[in-house]
């Protein structure tokens, strides 16, 4: 059971470039978050979903995509990416019922150069 | 909206010494709580959490929290530090971002708690 997987676990991208953070799920979890984590600011929330086909914004969505196909996948896209969106990243999941905790991936360390 | 208010970014206690590390919400809906830990270079891994029930609840490597609705305090604590437990600690508050959507996570801006031999 690997739990929440997240590829890749580095990644150093030139500003204008674009990419997709890979992040998946073998717990058959409805709910997938996506958090960026900055020193001092803690984890902040991008989008979230509560099932395939349905996606919603966070606290921090500006210059990021996401889609769910699948209950098991859940890619967060960065259309241009800016040094601002230099952090770390991960992917949570839980069942339905916020009385459970998400579990969450290993994170992406992203560098915006 | 919901927030968390971790007091102390940075905590030190010497080994062997109690650990109490302060965390303080704002919820709309009654609150599901949660602490979280974080080793360096890894993810989050659940402490503990606070439901409904109990209000002292127990977790993994002998930490415990209790829940103070009057005081809106959610504090971490462990008898008898270990060095094993230098780490980072996050307090989170799950409640709706807006008027029925689901619970989400909101999180403080962590503590990061030092173990001195």
């Known amino acids: 059971n690997a739990g929440v997987t997240q590829t890749p676990k580095f990644q150093v991208l030139k500003t204008g470039q674009s990419m997709t953070l890979q992040c998946a799920q073998d717990?058959?979890?409805?709910?997938m978050s996506w958090y960026r984590q900055d020193p001092g600011m803690g984890l902040r929330l991008i989008h979230y979903s509560v099932g395939a086909g349905i996606t919603d914004q966070g606290e921090v969505p500006n210059g990021y995509n996401v889609s769910r196909s699948t209950t098991e996948d859940f890619p967060l896209r960065l259309l241009s990416a800016a040094p601002s969106q230099t952090s770390v990243y991960f992917c949570?999941?839980?069942?339905?019922?916020?009385?459970?905790?998400?579990?969450f991936g290993s994170g992406t360390r992203l560098t915006v150069v | 909206a919901q927030s968390v208010t971790q007091l102390g970014s940075h905590v030190s206690v010497s080994e062997g010494a109690l650990v109490l590390l302060r965390c303080n919400y704002s919820s709309s809906v009654p609150p599901y709580l949660f602490w979280y830990v974080q080793y360096p270079n890894q993810g989050l891994q659940l402490l503990l959490k606070?439901?409904?029930?109990?209000?002292l609840v127990k977790g993994i490597n002998g930490f415990e929290a209790e829940f103070k609705k009057s005081e809106t305090s959610f504090h971490l604590t462990k008898p008898s530090a270990h060095m094993s437990d230098a780490a980072e600690y996050f307090c989170?508050?799950?409640?709706?971002?807006?008027?029925?959507?689901?619970?989400?996570?909101?999180f403080g801006s962590g503590t990061q708690l030092t173990v001195l031999p």
């Open positions: 949570a999941s839980r069942p339905p019922g916020a009385r459970y905790g998400y579990t």
């Open positions: 606070y439901t409904t029930g109990a209000t």
């Open positions: 989170a508050v799950s409640d709706h971002l807006t008027s029925g959507s689901a619970r989400q996570l909101t």
């Open positions: 717990m058959n979890h409805e709910y």
